[in-house]
């Protein structure tokens, strides 16, 4: 998952590449792939605006086998133990008994895997977001999965959504995986192997390739 860094350069809307250039390109170089975008339309994710990774995390470690309303509920019980402030730091996330956030709802897991976020946030391994911009997708991966309970699939997420990365497949995810099979016509999912060799095709845009695949799911 080697990114060039000609496309790093983030645009005003967030994306680290020109949507308009990878459909074009997708149709171009795959047949399957222009009929998905012509019945699908316009490119429209746009990366969500942050301004911490360390946040995005600690969010991610939250949500993670939960309801979006649940897992909201939770962080914002985990958010007030640390009132006035806006939001936990490493520290403050560290220095926290167990027994307090586990009291807000946090599973003993959960708990265990933010006070790990926090001392690897600490500790360098997490990066700032400024830092992590300018890093390769692959470099991301190995330093964030360090992380406990933070997987591969996590991090997929965030380069595609928040850090508007062009050229991520992730071939684990359940919805891409159904998207690819309804978009080539397969009786069954596909294993990720083919996937991705189907997938070389596509580069330097399988971010945008996987969008449109989630995206064949509600056609």
Known sequence: ???????????????????????????????????LIARVGEFTMRPAP???LF?????????QQLS????????????????????PTPLDLLEISPERLRAAGLSTAKTAALK?????????TVPALS?????EDEEIVERLTAVRGIGRWTVEMLLI??????DVLPVGDLGVRKGFALTLGKRKLPEPAAMSRRAERWRPYRSVASWYLWRALEL
Do not use: N
């Open 131 to 135: 830092r992590v911009r300018l890093m």
């Open 50 to 52: 942050t301004h911490s």
């Open 161 to 166: 959504f928040k850090l508007g990365r062009p």
């Open 68 to 87: 979006g309303r649940a897992a909201e509920t939770i962080l914002g019980r985990v958010v007030r133990l640390f009132a006035p402030k806006r939001f």
């Open 55 to 63: 946040r995005v995390l600690v969010r991610s470690i939250v949500y």
């Open 116 to 124: 790990d976020l926090a001392a690897r946030a600490l500790d360098g």
């Open 1 to 35: 998952m080697a990114t060039d860094r000609s496309l790093l350069i983030v645009r005003p809307d967030g994306l680290g590449y020109d949507p308009m250039a990878a459909c074009t390109h997708l149709s171009r170089v795959d047949p399957a792939m222009a009929e």
